[in-house]
């Protein structure tokens, strides 16, 4: 049974979990010359402390936006931004750089790895700005990584290096994980490999995470599924048969 919620409830939802990051009526209004684009129009969108979040919506309706407004790597043009109790909405540049630091890891469909360095070097290379990061070994055995930590990334298919990518961002702890799309460039079954990767970190680590995905599958994974349309939230959705590790469909 699915049953459709309200997105705020304040502050817990039904699940009895807290909120960690939430939007709040956020509206993104791109200025093109004469003409104004409205990527978000008063969106509602509540991330529950270690549930695993599925945001669906087509093309061009808002996901990538929201991520990064939610991500502190870009301002909304109303409404506001909360991490646990802070309000980012009126943040400077400083203190959101540090909240994403401190605090997001991020994945986006390529990978962005060093080319001359090994998994376990780029591994390493995001983990000496953190305060209490994993060993990039650890980050790379949830990975299920472990035996191809020395290899360069040109040495690894594309599901591979995605899952060393994910290594990077969850090695420093991060509260909350958003992933653009990561299974974007990926076969089938590469992406569920990933996916549950993804959900792996998640469980081990306490992780809020996020995924877009077009995946259809993923959905059985998740805990609550969202789906952007053209303006507001249109259904938040709380998975009550949630099913740990997916199987490849034709497994
Ligand atoms: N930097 C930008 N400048 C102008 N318009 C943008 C910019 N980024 C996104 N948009 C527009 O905002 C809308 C939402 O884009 P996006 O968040 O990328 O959607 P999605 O990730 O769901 O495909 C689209 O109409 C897109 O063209
Ligand atoms: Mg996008």
């Given at each position: 049974?699915?049953?459709?919620?309200?997105?705020?409830?304040?502050?817990?939802?039904?699940?009895?979990?807290?909120?960690?990051?939430?939007?709040?009526?956020?509206?993104?209004?791109?200025?093109?010359?004469?003409?104004?684009?409205?990527?978000?129009?008063?969106?509602?969108?509540?991330?529950?402390?270690?549930?695993?979040?599925?945001?669906?919506?087509?093309?061009?309706?808002?996901?990538?936006?929201?991520?990064?407004?939610?991500?502190?790597?870009?301002?909304?043009?109303?409404?506001?931004?909360?991490?646990?109790?802070?309000?980012?909405?009126?943040?400077?540049?400083?203190?959101?750089?540090?909240?994403?630091?401190?605090?997001?890891?991020?994945?986006?469909?390529?990978?962005?790895?060093?080319?001359?360095?090994?998994?376990?070097?780029?591994?390493?290379?995001?983990?000496?700005?953190?305060?209490?990061?994993?060993?990039?070994?650890?980050?790379?055995?949830?990975?299920?990584?472990?035996?191809?930590?020395?290899?360069?990334?040109?040495?690894?298919?594309?599901?591979?290096?995605?899952?060393?990518?994910?290594?990077?961002?969850?090695?420093?702890?991060?509260?909350?994980?958003?992933?653009?799309?990561?299974?974007?460039?990926?076969?089938?079954?590469?992406?569920?490999?990933?996916?549950?990767?993804?959900?792996?970190?998640?469980?081990?680590?306490?992780?809020?995470?996020?995924?877009?995905t077009h995946n259809a599958q993923v959905s059985?994974?998740?805990?609550?599924?969202?789906?952007?349309?053209?303006?507001?939230?249109?259904?938040?959705?709380?998975?009550?048969?949630?099913?740990?590790?997916?199987?490849?469909?034709?497994?």
């Amino acid at each position: 049974m699915k049953a459709v919620v309200r997105p705020n409830e304040g502050g817990r939802s039904a699940s009895g979990r807290r909120t960690v990051l939430e939007a709040r009526r956020v509206s993104k209004i791109y200025r093109m010359g004469e003409v104004d684009v409205v990527a978000l129009r008063d969106v509602d969108f509540a991330l529950r402390e270690s549930e695993f979040h599925v945001l669906l919506g087509a093309s061009g309706s808002g996901k990538s936006t929201l991520m990064s407004i939610l991500g502190g790597l870009d301002r909304p043009t109303s409404g506001q931004v909360f991490f646990r109790d802070r309000d980012l909405s009126g943040a400077n540049d400083r203190v959101l750089k540090e909240f994403h630091r401190d605090h997001v890891g991020f994945v986006l469909q390529f990978y962005t790895l060093m080319p001359n360095l090994t998994a376990r070097e780029n591994v390493a290379l995001a983990t000496e700005i953190s305060r209490d990061p994993l060993q990039p070994d650890e980050a790379l055995e949830l990975m299920g990584m472990g035996d191809r930590m020395n290899r360069f990334p040109s040495q690894l298919s594309g599901g591979e290096q995605q899952r060393v990518a994910i290594a990077r961002a969850i090695a420093k702890r991060p509260e909350v994980l958003l992933c653009d799309e990561p299974t974007g460039a990926l076969d089938y079954r590469s992406g569920i490999l990933v996916l549950n990767a993804i959900e792996r970190a998640g469980l081990a680590l306490g992780t809020t995470t996020v995924v877009i995905t077009h995946n259809a599958q993923v959905s059985e994974m998740a805990d609550r599924i969202v789906t952007l349309v053209d303006g507001p939230i249109a259904q938040d959705q709380i998975n009550e048969t949630r099913r740990p590790g997916v199987e490849p469909a034709d497994a």
